[in-house]
């Protein structure tokens, strides 16, 4: 568990929005309107929706000139992995799900309320209770329950409910993927790894662009071509039909 609260490592905001979006394989833009907020018209009415995650601000970096760039902390990037799981799970627009997350987040007083524990527990009860009845009609409230319990088991926690580290998907979410690449705030500047090995996937990419190939990265790190494979994947660019 980290307890050093003056320089935690999970709160400093270190991956801009191309670099989260990828390492979660999700599309920019989207990740853009959670954390900025998005206006939505229709019928001439315009309506702001707030941004539905709340930048991390660390203590060290208070006496810097602003940046321009908006950069996420590891805490911010558990919370998108968690709003991606929602999203694919309801299967709702982005206008209801809004609206909705922002009334749930309306009963706690906790900040980034999407990476606690608590939200793993109360707050996807008070969706399911806001949500449920939709879902069933659909024929799909169990299928949401396991697309998000899918989500959750790829966040490692410490003992009071924070998250310690993320098996983030490297492909499309099903049954049974395993957790290859691992993001960890205390490891390679919170860069992704091989789960089993340390091994920066970036170093792998870079190679491979080099022209070694998937057999001699193996050899080299000692691991099997699906690890190398799948280390590669995490650092190509998500393509957006």
Known sequence: MIDDRKFDPRDIPIYSIPEAAQYLRL????????????????????????????????????????????????????EAHVLMGIFQATGFSRKQLSTELDCIKRHFSTPHLYARI?????????????????????????????ILESYFDRIVRDRAGLPL??????????????????????????RPVLA????????????????????????????DRLQIEEGIRSELPLLVA
């Open 27 to 78: 599309r920019k833009d989207r990740l853009r309107h959670w954390v900025s907020g998005w206006f939505s018209e229709s019928k001439g009415d315009k309506r702001f929706f707030r941004p539905l995650i709340e930048l991390s601000h660390h203590n060290s970096f208070e006496q810097r000139p602003q940046s321009k760039t908006t950069l996420l902390s590891f805490t911010n990037l558990v």
């Open 118 to 146: 608590e939200f793993q527990t109360e707050g996807i009860a008070l969706l399911f209770e806001r949500f449920g009845q939709k879902l069933a009609a659909l024929d799909r409230e169990q299928e949401a329950r396991q």
């Open 196 to 223: 089993e090995t340390g091994i920066p996937t970036a170093m792998l990419a870079e190679r491979y662009k080099a022209g070694d190939s998937i057999d001699e990265l193996a050899e080299d790190y000692n691991c």
């Open 165 to 190: 580290k993320l098996y983030p998907f490297t492909k499309p979410p099903g049954a049974g993927e395993s957790k290859t690449i691992k993001i960890d705030p205390r490891i390679s500047f919170g």
